[in-house]
C-alpha cells in the first residue's frame, strides 16, 4: 500500500483549486480523476459566469466564498493570463411585482458586502441594450465571465510546477477510515491501494456516494444529493445583447438568462429539470417555455431561432420544491474523522467561489 500526503478526488474546477492551494503550501498531492481530462463534468457544462455574490442568503458559505472568490479570481486571471471578460450583468423586471423584487436583491447585495449594485431606468435600459424590455433594472458592474477551461489548465500547471500530479481514468472504487489515515482503492488501468494522511473529496455529483463508499465513515454524515439539470439553448444569428440578462431569480435556479461567451456567442438558460439519471441530451421539447421565458424580456426573439446546445447537472442537497441549500464543507468536526474533508453540494456560485473554498480547505488542514 502505499504511503501519500494528500489525496484530492476530483479534478473540477474546486477539486483543482484545492489541490494547487495545497501544493502551494509545500504539500505532496496527488489528485485522481476518474476521467480521461480534467473539468469534464460540473465545470464543462456551466455557464462560465464569475458571479457578484448577490443572491445567497446572508452569512451562508456560498455568499462568503462568492464575494471572496470573486476579488481572487479576477486577480488570480490578470496575473496567470486566464480569458475574461467583466462585462457586468442586469437583473431585469417587467412588472411591478418584480421592480419590488429587485430592491430585495439590492438589499441582501448590500448585506453579503455587494455594494456596487445601481439601478437603471427604462430608459437607461433602453440606451444600453435597445432589445431589452424591462420597466427597471439593478446593474452588476462587478459580474462577468471567464474561460474555464484555461482556469483549469492554469491551476493545473500551479499544481504540477510544486511537485503535484494528476491520476487520470482513475476511479475512486471505494476505501475505509482508520486511526492511520484514509486508504482509497481505484480501479482503471492500474488499480492501486492508497493510504492518505489528507484526502479532498471534491468528486462534485459523486461526492455523497463517494464519502458513503468508505468503510467506517459515518452514514448520518452522507446527504442526500439531488440531479437538477439545466439546460441550455443557442440564439442562431446576431447577438442582440453585450450584457448578461437575468431576469428576477425562480426556484431552484436564477430563471432563463442571456449568458455570453468568450466569442460573444449568446446561449439562454439554464432552467431546471429534476432528473433522476445523468443525462445530459438536451429535447428540443423544452425550447417552448424557453421562447415563453425570454419574450418577457426579448418579445422580438423569432420562432426557430433557438437550438438545442448543451445541458449541466447540479448537486443540490435540497428536494425539489425545498428551501436552498448551502455549500457543506464537512470535516472532523463534523464526521470525526481526522484527515477527511467533504464538498457536498458544490453548485452555483462554485466556480466563483473556488479559490476561497481552497483557502477555506487549506487552513482546515493546516
Known amino acids: 500500500m502505499e504511503q501519500v500526503d494528500c489525496v484530492v478526488i476530483g ?42 455574490g448577490i443572491y445567497y442568503p446572508h452569512n451562508s458559505l456560498k455568499a462568503e466564498l462568492c464575494v471572496k472568490g470573486k476579488e481572487l479570481l479576477y486577480q488570480y486571471c490578470q496575473g496567470h493570463a486566464v480569458p475574461y471578460n467583466n462585462c457586468g ?25 455587494v455594494d456596487d449594485l445601481c439601478y437603471l431606468s427604462a430608459s437607461e435600459i433602453k440606451d444600453r441594450e435597445p432589445e431589452l424590455h424591462a420597466t427597471k433594472a439593478l446593474y452588476s458592474p462587478s459580474t462577468g465571465i471567464i474561460d474555464v477551461h484555461n482556469l483549469i489548465l492554469a491551476f493545473q500547471g500551479d499544481l504540477e510546477n510544486h511537485g503535484g500530479m494528476i491520476a487520470f481514468n482513475t476511479p475512486v472504487t471505494g476505501g475505509e477510515v482508520n486511526d492511520q489515515g484514509i486508504i482509497l482503492h481505484t480501479g482503471g488501468e492500474s488499480p492501486m491501494t492508497l493510504q492518505a494522511k489528507t484526502v479532498i473529496n471534491a468528486a462534485g455529483l459523486h461526492a455523497p456516494a463517494l464519502a458513503g463508499s468508505l468503510t467506517h465513515f459515518p452514514k ?83 420562432d426557430g431561432t433557438l437550438t438545442p446546445d448543451y445541458s449541466g447537472i447540479r448537486p443540490k442537497l435540497q428536494a425539489p420544491g425545498d428551501p436552498a441549500v448551502d455549500f457543506v464543507i464537512q470535516d472532523k468536526k463534523t464526521h470525526g474523522i481526522l484527515g477527511l474533508t467533504n464538498l457536498f453540494g458544490i453548485e452555483s456560485p462554485g466556480l466563483t467561489a473556488s479559490m476561497a473554498i481552497a483557502e477555506k480547505v487549506l487552513t482546515l488542514n493546516t
Open 89 to 113: 450583468k442586469l437583473i431585469v423586471a417587467t412588472t411591478a411585482a418584480e421592480e419590488k423584487t429587485l430592491e430585495d436583491i439590492k438589499q441582501r447585495a448590500i448585506r453579503n458586502g
Open 11 to 52: 479534478a473540477g474546477v474546486v477539486g483543482m483549486a484545492c489541490a494547487r492551494a495545497l501544493a502551494l503550501s509545500g504539500r505532496e498531492v496527488i489528485v485522481i480523476e476518474k476521467e480521461s481530462m480534467p473539468g469534464s463534468e460540473i465545470s464543462a457544462r456551466n455557464s462560465g459566469v464569475i458571479h457578484a
Open 220 to 302: 448520518d454524515c452522507v446527504p442526500a444529493l439531488f440531479y437538477a439539470k439545466g439546460n441550455y439553448f443557442s440564439l442562431s444569428g446576431k447577438a442582440p445583447f453585450s450584457n448578461l440578462i437575468y431576469p428576477v431569480p425562480e426556484a431552484a435556479g436564477l430563471g432563463v438568462h442571456v449568458t455570453l461567451d468568450m466569442e460573444g456567442q449568446i446561449r439562454f438558460g439554464p432552467d431546471v429539470e429534476w432528473v433522476e439519471t445523468l443525462d445530459y441530451e438536451v429535447s428540443p421539447d423544452r425550447s417552448k417555455p424557453f421562447y415563453e421565458a425570454i419574450r418577457r424580456y426579448w418579445p422580438d426573439l423569432k
